[in-house]
């Protein structure tokens, strides 16, 4: 009998235990990649980044927005293709959703993005904030060393 009450406290407890599934405890981040339609014109790039930038606090769900220049690079795996990317940060799945059909993102998308950019690819993903920061760890194994 002992060993039932133990068993069914036991049940009990981890039954009442759940894995964080909120927003909370993830990131959402939207990468752009641009290629501009004068790649030459360092005012038009410019113009793009401020633009981009000038969002956060602007935009409900916005936590960041990092823009620049693209890094050349000889490494076969990386496209040096692009002339801007763009990586914003969102606080939930619906922020991120939201954004596209923003008043901010539309005037953007209308007055600076059509008119400098000939075309532009986008990635969206989530991270998981539980797993940030850590340390020591070599999730690709020996994979990391053939990509530098």
């Known amino acids: 009998m002992q060993r ?22 993830e990131t959402y981040v939207h990468f752009v990649a641009m290629w501009l339609k004068n790649p030459a ?6 113009k793009i980044i401020d633009t981009t930038q000038s969002f956060v606090g602007k935009i409900p769900g916005l936590v960041s927005v990092s823009a ?8 076969p795996v990386v496209d040096s293709t692009y002339d801007i990317g763009l990586v914003m940060t969102f606080d939930s799945e619906q922020a991120l959703n939201a954004y596209p059909s923003h008043p901010i993102h539309q005037q953007a998308v209308k007055e600076v993005i059509t008119p400098l950019v ?8 989530v991270t998981d904030k539980a797993i940030k920061g850590r340390s020591g760890e070599r999730p690709f194994g020996s994979l990391d060393s053939t990509l530098r």
Request: aromatic share 10%.
């Open 41 to 46: 014109n360092e005012q038009d790039r410019q």
């Open 118 to 125: 000939d075309h532009f690819k986008v990635y969206d993903f």
């Open 68 to 75: 620049g220049r693209m890094k050349p690079s000889t490494r």
């Open 4 to 25: 039932l009450s133990i068993l069914v406290v036991f049940l009990l407890i981890s039954g009442c235990t759940t894995t964080p599934t909120s927003d909370q405890d």
